[in-house]
């Protein structure tokens, strides 16, 4: 009896959820992702509104609370090209091996005692874990969220993502139309479950 008792309050614990609203991102308008690429003999950018995954956050109480996990389906990143939507793809994101990028996690590093308020815009510090090409990183971003409602997330964020740091080749007859480093916009709305 006194093992099923403590099997039971450890499986309670690894699988309680974290207290909070659970916010769910749906692939498409308005979510969209953003990549540019400045280089020097050419800038353009690469864009998707293929987003999607799931935030918990207790709005209350931010800093301890917060589960995230973004997928962005890479294949969808469109150029404005087809030629360098396929070569991007294929020769360099490799989508058929890699076809996502992902953030998980998220630590709320600041500000301290922070909490979100139906129609304040509030600027987060945050850390996760970002995977792409194979290569999962530690990512440090400031997001801005704004709770529209009990039912409503927006968020906003940019980084740097350095196609070295993912092990993903820049081509060499490219060399100078494609940056070494990309700037990432991702723009989203989360509505509760």
Known sequence: MKRVTWIS???????????????VVKAGPPNRV?????????TFEGKTDRIDGRIVVNPASVEDTVVVRLEVDLASLDT??????????KNHLET??????????ATVLGPEGAALA???TVAFDCEGDFALHGVTRRLRV???????DEHTLAFKTSFKVPLADYNISRPKFLFLKLGEVQDVVVEGVARSK
């Open 9 to 23: 309050l450890i499986a309670g614990l690894i699988w309680t959820p974290v207290h909070g609203a659970e916010f």
């Open 96 to 105: 058929n091996k890699y076809p996502k990028a992902v953030f998980t996690g």
């Open 118 to 120: 139906a129609g304040k």
């Open 80 to 89: 404005g090209i087809g030629k360098r939507n396929s070569d991007m793809r």
């Open 142 to 148: 400031t997001v801005e969220a704004t709770l529209s």
């Open 34 to 42: 953003v990549f540019i690429s400045k280089a020097t003999t050419e």
